[in-house]
């Protein structure tokens, strides 16, 4: 759809200046070929407004002021061995919003994500580079409307916000590249990619709006299914 942010003027009254607390504490090994490095931190963040965090259920036009609290831990893994490179990161997120004003006044965050992890594996050569790539991570929250009551006064009638959690997202790329001199003068690249080779159906939002009078309907936004990309570029000296 149309992007609808836009940009609003801070007057420390309903638009309060935000105002961020934050901390962190991290380990690091490095030897030969091994690199080890973990993170933990705490993040706190005040002054933020219902409108800018995204919301489509039943605060998605209401405007309050709160804050929000976040801690979580980051650790990366990463090997090279001669023309390979390997590495897989894992990480670990608890967020969650206060909103004084609100009915539910503290809740799960739009963007409390709790695990995700990754990795990835190249091999290159003068002429040739191979990639590969993993991704997973834990589904966002979002709000359900109340089960067998989801109409009340033709509203939709939201049970606990964000109480439910999306399918988890799972994603395998692929690409290869092949650099070539094909003159004196001229070097060839061509590489070819693929996006989610899977062809996996990962749902990335999940909202409701009126069918009718009497029946909420739920709408999924998704990400690409499998995507095939190439590339040719001509190098001229």
Do not use: C
Request: hydrophobic share 35%.
């Amino acid at each position: 759809g149309i992007e609808k942010r836009r940009w609003q003027l801070s007057n420390d009254q309903d638009i309060p200046i935000i105002q961020s607390k934050q901390g962190s504490i991290g380990l690091s090994y490095k030897k030969k070929d091994w690199l080890v490095n973990a993170v933990g931190y705490l993040k706190k963040v005040n002054g933020i407004t219902t409108q800018s965090q995204g919301f489509l259920d039943r605060y998605e036009f209401v405007r309050s002021f709160g804050q929000y609290d976040a801690y979580g831990a980051e650790l990366l893994i990463r090997k090279q061995l001669k023309r390979w490179n390997m590495w897989m990161s894992y990480g670990y997120l608890d967020s969650k919003y206060t909103f004084e004003d609100l009915p539910e006044p503290e809740f799960r965050s739009n963007f409390d994500i709790t695990h995700a992890v990754s990795s990835g594996l190249t091999f290159s050569t003068n002429t040739l580079h191979l990639a590969a790539g993993f991704n997973w991570r834990t589904g966002k929250p979002f709000t359900e409307p109340v089960m067998d009551n989801e109409v009340v006064d033709q509203e939709i009638n939201y049970a606990s916000v964000n109480g439910v959690t999306l399918k988890d997202y799972l994603r395998v790329d692929v690409s290869a590249i092949y650099r070539t001199q094909i003159s004196s003068k001229t070097r060839l690249h061509a590489g070819v990619s693929v996006w989610n080779l899977l062809d996996r159906e990962n749902t990335v939002n999940a909202f409701y709006r009126l069918a009718n009078a009497t029946d909420a309907q739920q709408i999924q936004q998704n990400s690409l299914g499998i995507t095939p990309n190439v590339m040719v570029k001509l190098k001229f000296n």
